[in-house]
């Protein structure tokens, strides 16, 4: 009897552990499974800090390198010199004994083109509109009208004309020699001022020339005083030289230029003032046969 009992006692023991040892499983696998959850939550709120901080560090970054970009491009264009303060910087290096002499030649020499310029086109004559004013002037009015044509004409060409209808009363051969001389006067008024044009454009190379000839003696100078010189000390005489000789020769350029065109234009009046004189001979001998 007492084994009955104390194998019934065992056996409830043994029941009464496996009940609380399956109750106390599930219990610690939900710590576990609580305390899993909570770390991964920690982590994934420090990888989005992380993350938010890395992308705020470069937001930054990016944000320095634009602003220093930005601070060298307005530094540069701060920097950056215009042309007059490039040609006054050059003017200076040059000398400016030798660089008035040229700057004078260049502003008297635009001068003279100018001038000419301005007077050829003035002399400018549309010569076969005028011919037919001066030859219906002539078969209404006579002489005395087409002189006044040729007075109210500016130009060349109209002053050559009043010259051959002053002398129409002596005849062809008179107009024709007085039309030829009168031509030469105004030939020679067109090319007035072109000799001084012409001195300036060689005048403007020579001097340059002479400025570079004086740096090459300064240069020389320095190293006959040091025996061995620096190149930063020649460069001051050999920048001298090659400034002055390129202000030269581009002032030369410039009214070589000018020069030519005025050239062009006079021998296109002339070309005018002759076929015109032609045309104006045979239009008084036209008058006077209609007069006889």
Not at 99 to 118: D, H, N, P, W, Y
Not at 126 to 154: D, P, Q
Request: aromatic share 6%; hydrophobic share 50%.
């Amino acid at each position: 009897m007492k084994k009955v009992f104390t194998l019934i006692a065992v056996t409830g023991l043994l029941s009464f552990g496996t009940v609380n040892i399956a109750t106390a499983q599930p219990s610690d696998s939900v710590a576990v499974a609580a305390d899993s959850a909570a770390l991964d939550s920690i982590a994934q709120v420090e990888a989005a800090e992380a993350e938010a901080a890395a992308k705020a560090k470069a937001d930054e970054e990016a944000a320095l390198a634009k602003a220093e970009a930005e601070s060298k491009s307005v530094e540069l264009v701060q920097e950056e010199p215009d042309i007059s303060q490039t040609i006054k910087k050059y003017f200076i290096d040059g000398g400016p004994m030798f660089m008035s002499f040229v700057l004078i030649a260049l502003i008297l020499g635009l001068a003279l083109c100018i001038e000419r310029i301005i007077y050829l086109n003035l002399a400018t004559t549309n010569t076969k509109k005028l011919l037919e004013s001066i030859e219906a002037a002539l078969a209404s009015g006579g002489v005395e009208e087409a002189k006044e044509v040729c007075r109210n004409t500016r130009g060349p060409v109209a002053s050559i004309f009043y010259q051959g209808l002053e002398r129409s009363n002596e005849g062809v051969e008179m107009v024709e020699k007085s039309i030829i001389a009168y031509g030469g006067v105004q030939m020679g008024l067109l090319e007035k001022g072109l000799s001084w044009i012409g001195l300036f454009i060689a005048l403007a190379p020579m001097l340059g020339f002479m400025g570079t000839v004086i740096g090459m003696i300064d240069t020389f100078n320095v190293i006959e005083t040091k025996g061995e010189a620096e190149p930063a000390e020649l460069a001051g005489g050999i920048k001298v030289a090659l400034l002055t000789t390129v202000s030269g020769l581009i002032v030369a350029m410039i009214l070589q230029v000018f020069y030519n065109y005025i050239v062009s234009k006079i021998d296109g009046l002339v070309n005018q003032m002759e076929d015109a004189s032609i045309s104006m001979v045979d239009i008084l001998l036209k008058h006077d046969m209609k007069n006889k």
